[in-house]
Every structure is written in structure tokens, then in C-alpha cells.
């Protein structure tokens, strides 16, 4: 897929469809992987998801901010090797304050209204993947990279 704004829309509509995503942090060489809720803002420049501060995942994160966060359409058939997409979002996670927290809270909020209680608590920490590159993996081997960045 060669055109630019055809594989943002691949990318747009698998979030719209996807409320889960796995994000990946390291520490001392050694990978993690947790699930997450996630939401996409308009540009795909950001991915948002909250996670309380007290994890091993914000500890991580804080650490080293480098991530990968893969959100797919498989659905555990034989299929999913000729229908299956995946997206990986590479870039760095840093936790939202100021003024642009009330639009990013609003926006995961609208993914994900029970999560309400969870998200606006003291102990939790709105954070956001700023994406540097998209890789889509479909047909289980066709690769296609999208630079968010110049």
C-alpha cells in the first residue's frame, strides 16, 4: 500500500474497531507486556491509555519512555493468517499534564466510559504514545511502514 492517506485509513478504522491494545516496555534488557485501553486522536500522532501510578509499567515507563503498542484483528482461527492486521505504534510515552489533558481525557473517555473511576483517580496517570512509525503487518508477511515524524 502505497499512498499515504490509504494507510491511515487502514490504521483508522482498525482502532475504531479495537479497544485493547499490548504496549511494550523493558527493564534491564528484559521485555514486558501488558493490555491496555487505548484511544487514537484524529491525526494518529498520539496513542492514550491510563495505567495507575503505582505499576511496574509507569515505573518502566518513566525509566526508559521507548515503546511499541500492537493493536491487531485476530480473532484465533486458521483465518487470521489471510485476514489478520496488525498494527505496531513505535515511539515514547510521557504522561499528560497542562492543558491538553482535559481534551485527551475527554477523548479516551469517549472510548471507554466505564473506565471513568479508574481514569480521574489521584493514583492514576493519563499517558500518551507519541508515534514516531506505524507498522502494519496483513496476509501474515505483507509489511508497510507509516513516518509520523519528518
Known amino acids: 500500500m502505497k499512498d499515504k492517506d490509504a ?13 485493547l491494545a499490548v504496549i511494550a516496555t523493558q527493564k534491564d534488557g528484559q521485555p514486558f507486556t501488558n493490555l491496555v485501553a487505548f484511544a487514537a486522536t484524529g491525526n494518529l500522532k498520539h496513542l492514550v491509555f491510563a495505567t495507575t501510578r503505582s505499576t511496574r509499567k509507569y515505573a518502566r515507563l518513566m525509566a526508559d519512555s521507548r ?4 493493536i491487531d484483528n485476530r480473532q484465533n482461527q486458521a483465518s487470521d493468517f489471510r485476514d489478520a492486521t496488525a498494527v505496531a505504534a513505535m515511539g515514547r510515552v510521557e504522561e499528560v499534564t ?4 482535559a481534551d485527551l481525557m475527554q477523548l479516551y473517555l469517549s472510548r471507554h466510559p466505564h473506565l471513568k473511576a479508574f481514569a480521574t483517580a489521584p493514583t492514576c496517570a493519563l499517558m500518551k504514545l507519541i508515534v514516531d512509525r506505524y507498522d502494519m503487518v496483513s496476509r501474515f508477511q505483507n509489511v508497510v511502514d507509516l513516518w509520523m515524524t519528518p
Open 7 to 19: 494507510l491511515k485509513k487502514v490504521i483508522k478504522d482498525l482502532f475504531a474497531l479495537q479497544k
Open 98 to 101: 497542562g492543558p491538553e489533558k
Open 67 to 70: 515503546t511499541s503498542m500492537m
